[in-house]
T-cell receptor, first 116, second 115 residues
Framework: KAGVTQTPRYLIKTRGQQVTLSCSPI?????VSWYQQTPGQGLQFLFE???????NKGNFPGRFSGRQFSNSRSEMNVSTLELGDSALYLC???????????????FGEGSRLTVL | AQTVTQSQPEMSVQEAETVTLSCTYD???????LFWYKQPPSRQMILVIRQEAYKQQNATENRFSVNFQKAAKSFSLKISDSQLGDAAMYFC????????????FGGGTRVLVKP
């Protein structure tokens, strides 16, 4: 069974640009969560989608958005990039929906974003 | 709000020895879950072990076991018979039933394994 796939793996952008990251969950998983990982702030929850609906959202500005498609693939978008958005963005999929509370996540290898 | 604290930035262990990683948490929820996740240098994070708060028995997965002290809000991870492949960042995390897959992570502990 294929794992969680994230694309692109690495990307470099400049301030003010926007970026779209993609995540394909494990087959059969309908929940997709996104996390930002930085040396200073650690791992922080961005949002979770289940059946194309955002079920939970972290404390990030509106520049961070996401969506989920009918095949459970998810994208996240960051507009008007800032230097502080440089991070590893991790996607995780799960069998359980938000509210089921299992927390058993399967992570992808991440997308490393560098903002210059 | 939940908080998770890992007080040890780095731990070193000799191969085949045992190492214990500390984690404390705070939550006002009664129905919550605790986890240890491992992030090797390749960056893909994997679940090591999971504990439901309502279960008194400590979870065990092969060489990995936890010491869950509910009253003290402590959740330590013991790695027995350490192997070179255990070298990684280890993150303690929590969630509660209504939060589902929104995990709160600690700052992580880097484990170094000496041959």
């Amino acid at each position: 069974k294929a794992g969680v796939t994230q694309t692109p793996r690495y990307l470099i952008k400049t301030r003010g640009q926007q970026v779209t990251l993609s995540c394909s969950p494990i087959s059969g998983h309908r929940s997709v969560s996104w996390y930002q990982q930085t040396p200073g702030q650690g791992l922080q929850f961005l949002f979770e989608y289940f059946s194309e609906t955002q079920r939970n959202k972290g404390n990030f500005p509106g520049r961070f958005s996401g969506r989920q498609f009918s095949n459970s693939r998810s994208e996240m978008n960051v507009s008007t990039l800032e230097l502080g958005d440089s991070a590893l963005y991790l996607c995780a999929s799960s069998l359980a929906a938000a509210g089921a509370g299992t927390g058993e996540l399967f992570f992808g290898e991440g997308s490393r974003l560098t903002v210059l | 709000a939940q908080t998770v604290t890992q007080s040890q930035p780095e731990m070193s262990v000799q191969e085949a020895e045992t190492v214990t990683l500390s984690c404390t948490y705070d939550t006002s929820e009664s129905d919550y879950y605790l986890f240890w996740y491992k992030q090797p240098p390749s960056r893909q994070m994997i679940l090591v072990i999971r504990q439901e708060a309502y279960k008194q028995q400590n979870a065990t997965e092969n060489r990995f076991s936890v010491n869950f002290q509910k009253a003290a809000k402590s959740f330590s991870l013991k790695i027995s018979d350490s192997q070179l492949g255990d070298a990684a960042m280890y993150f303690c995390a929590s969630t509660f039933k209504a939060a589902g897959n929104k995990l709160t992570f600690g700052g992580g502990t880097r484990v170094l394994v000496k041959p």
